[in-house]
């Protein structure tokens, strides 16, 4: 009796662990879908996922092999790729994307490739998706702000390309990178510009170290710097 009493629980624990892993993946399958349409049809980005996962215990949400492109018809598609990453963890409030506020603790991005492509002053891919981000409504069809704020986000192991009309003028590799208190009510160029201090401090730090990986045109980013600064 006791051992029928003991296969009857086993058998009772392994349906429950197979009834809570087809609910992790069923919400796992709709959040990606739900991102990719958001992105598509908000963001006028393309997002890919190859996996996600979702842990509701932990407010986590992992995303492996991401890639966000914009649609900027000015840039090429090399120009428009904004984000190649291996994994992304975001940790905090994701569950209420569906209301009008969300609040994130931390982004962590490992392994990745940012690229920055200007195509005019002030214009880029990165102005246009954070603009997107800044417009974003609770509903594609109804007219209430989504609010969002993010406390940190942070990139280790990555490689921030950047582009001017087209050209290659920047190429950096840099151990982490890390932004705080992002969100939706600034002004993306003041957000790029906090995006690109800390790089620009990098790519000096790296030119002083002679690092021979270091790929720059110290005379086109000069130009662009200045002229970014002239505009605002």
């Known amino acids: 009796m006791m051992k029928n009493k003991l296969v009857a629980a086993g058998c009772g624990l392994l349906l429950s662990l197979s009834s809570t892993a087809v609910f992790a993946q069923s919400l796992s399958d709709a959040m990606k879908d739900g ?17 996600l996962q979702v842990n509701s215990l932990t407010n986590g949400l992992t995303a492996n092999k991401v890639r966000l492109a914009t649609r900027v018809d000015e840039l090429s598609e090399p120009e428009n790729q904004l984000l190649l990453a291996k994994q992304l963890v975001l940790t905090g409030d ?27 002053t002030g214009r880029s891919n990165l102005h246009e998706f954070l603009k997107q981000m800044s ?41 982490e990178l890390a932004l705080t208190d992002l ?18 401090d990098q ?23 200045l002229r970014e600064a002239m505009a605002f």
């Open 183 to 200: 969100q939706s009510m600034q002004d993306p160029d003041a957000q790029v510009k906090e995006l690109l201090w800390p790089i620009l």
């Open 94 to 120: 994701w569950q209420a994307l569906g209301s009008s506020r969300v609040d994130i603790s931390k982004i962590a991005v490992s392994d990745a490739q940012l690229t920055v492509s200007y195509y005019g």
């Open 135 to 175: 417009d974003m409504k609770v509903q594609k069809v109804n007219s209430v702000p989504l609010r969002w704020q993010v406390d940190e986000w942070v990139m280790d192991n990555v490689t921030i390309n950047l582009f001017d009309k087209g050209e290659p003028i920047l190429s950096v590799h840099v151990d």
């Open 203 to 225: 790519v000096v730090e790296q030119v002083r170290s002679g690092n021979s990986s270091l790929q720059v045109d110290s005379m086109a980013l000069s130009r662009l710097l």
């Open 35 to 51: 991102l990719q349409t958001m992105a598509s049809e908000q963001l006028n980005a393309d997002l890919e996922v190859s996996e």
